[in-house]
Structure formats: C-alpha cells, structure tokens
C-alpha cells in the first residue's frame, strides 16, 4: 500500500458517496471559495484504494457563476503502476473508460498501468516524448545546491510546464469535450504535470483561483513522497537518482508549493494575457467546446 499521510484537519478516506448528494442549504449561502474549502476535504474526494497515489475526484467544487463541479465525473492521480485488483474493480465500478497518461516513454515502461492492461475497452491515451531533467539534476548536484535552490529551479521549470506538456493537455481537453468521461489522468507523483492540467481544467470550469491553488496544493497533505521516492526508487526513473541526494535539497521537488502553480499561471498571464487565452490558443479549445466541457462537468448547484 502507498503510504498517505491525513492532513490536521482529518480528512477521512471512505468509500465514494451516492453521486447526487446535493450540498445543504447551509454550505449554498456560502460564497464559491468559503464552499470550496469546506469541499477540498470532502470524504468523497480522495479515493479509498490500496495502492493508489493521489487519486482523487474533482467534484464538488462551485464555480463563479452558481455551477459545482461534478462527482465520480474527472480523477487526477500519480503513477497507477500500484494499483490491486480491487482497486482495479473500484475503478471499473465507477465506470473509468478513458485514461490520459501524461507521463514519457520511461516512465510508463518502468512502470506501466494495470487498469488499462486488465481493461481492453478503455481508451489509453499517451504520447512519446523523454524527460529532461538535466538542468535540474544540476541544480541539485552543484556545489551550491540548497533547499532554496531547488525552490528556485521548480518555480522557474512550472513557467514553461504547461508550454512543455500542451500536446497532453489538448488531447484531456478534446476527450471531455467529447463527454469521454468518467476519465482519469495521471502524471507520475500526481502534482505537477496532472496538477498543472487539473488547474488550467478547474480555471476553464471557473472555479475561483484560489482554490484552484487549494486543490493544487492538497497533495501536501494526502502523499509521503520521501517514502514514496525511497520505496519506488528501482522502479522509477523519475525517484531513482533523486533517492541518493541530501534530503533538504529534494524536498521542495516534492512539494505542492502554491508559488509552483502561481508561477505557471503567471507566465501564462505575461505571455498569452490569461490562462484562458492560452488554452484558447495553444490548447485548440474552442468557445463550443469550452461550453460542452462545461456542460459535461458541472451541473447546477
């Protein structure tokens, strides 16, 4: 099993609620961002399975004009090489048919997706392309590296990761357009490349910045990456040679910094205007598609 660690606030890991529960009245007077914290802990968001990392829904969630984000409809995970049969059977039961992997070419050799593999009949989306991580690797080898460094190097590498992973993000975007859901996708630690696409998704919805950022860092909270890093090192290319370096210097790699996810939102703002622009532009989305995307993820609150 994946080790998690609970946030403070307690956030329980129970099976999946009935889809139609519907917020009470309560939590529909308050205003789209005080509901959302309320939602970020949500028993339903994280899923219960033995060895999933980080796979969690993106429902519940109120957008700006009076929506909420469906349940059970859109998941974003880490690696799924760890997945049991009973997760498998989860996953299956709550009708996953497409899965975006947006890891490279090494990294789903070394560790391949046994959901997809036990299920012919779900579309497995992923493209070729490899890793590099020479630059950072340097960061954290040189003579001067230190945790701030390393704060530094991630900072500067989420102003180009939505550029760097467009051809993913296009494709998660054409499929929920298509209403190809419930559909999952996945990175390898689950925070930075599906967190990147989890927030430009969440923005295109309208759900507010503020918790997109929440959503962005809860993966904080929900992962012990220095024991997923030490467990998995043989298997994963990504943790392999990060396992034998001073702790410190790594720690903020592993992190869910809202800085990350804010630099990545402001290079999108410097270069495009909005990040809405960028997925208009870059993305291919189109108003009718944006509508449809919206129409097949949230529903009236």
């Not at 703002?269 to 993820?297: C, H, P, W």
Request: glycine share 6%.
């Amino acid at each position: 099993m994946r080790p998690i660690l609970l946030p403070l606030a307690a956030l329980v890991l129970l099976p999946a609620c009935d889809n139609a529960a519907q917020p009470s009245q309560a939590e529909a007077e308050l205003s789209p961002v005080a509901a959302n914290q309320e939602a970020l802990t949500d028993e339903r968001r994280v899923l219960d399975l033995e060895g999933g990392v980080n796979f969690r829904g993106l429902g519940g969630y109120r957008t700006a004009d009076g929506r909420i984000t469906k349940w059970e409809t859109v998941y974003r995970s880490g690696s799924p090489a760890g997945l049991t049969k009973a997760d498998n059977d989860e996953l299956a039961r709550r009708g996953i048919r497409t899965f975006c992997d947006f890891r490279s070419t090494e990294e789903r050799a070394s560790e391949p997706n046994p959901y997809v593999a036990e299920n012919s009949d779900v579309e497995y989306w992923t493209r070729d392309y490899a890793l590099n991580a020479g630059d950072l690797m340097h960061v954290l080898g040189g003579p001067d590296a230190s945790a701030e460094k390393s704060r530094e190097a991630m900072t500067g590498l989420y102003r180009t990761i939505a550029q760097d992973n467009a051809e993913s993000y296009a494709q998660m975007f054409r499929y929920l357009a298509e209403a190809r859901t419930p559909l999952a996708f996945n990175c390898s630690a689950g925070k930075d490349r599906a967190g990147t696409g989890a927030a430009l998704l969440l923005t295109l919805l309208g759900v507010p910045r503020e918790t997109v950022v929440a959503d962005y860092a809860l993966s904080d909270d929900l992962v012990d990456y220095r024991a997923q890093m030490q467990e998995t090192a043989d298997s994963n290319p990504s943790y392999s040679a990060l396992a034998q370096l001073p702790w410190e210097t790594v720690e903020p790699l592993v992190a869910s910094d809202p800085a990350y996810i804010e630099s990545a939102f402001s290079a999108l703002e410097d270069e495009y205007g909005s990040v809405d622009a960028f997925i208009e532009q870059e993305l291919g989305v189109t108003k009718d598609m944006k509508r449809a995307i919206v129409e097949n993820l949230t529903e009236e609150a």
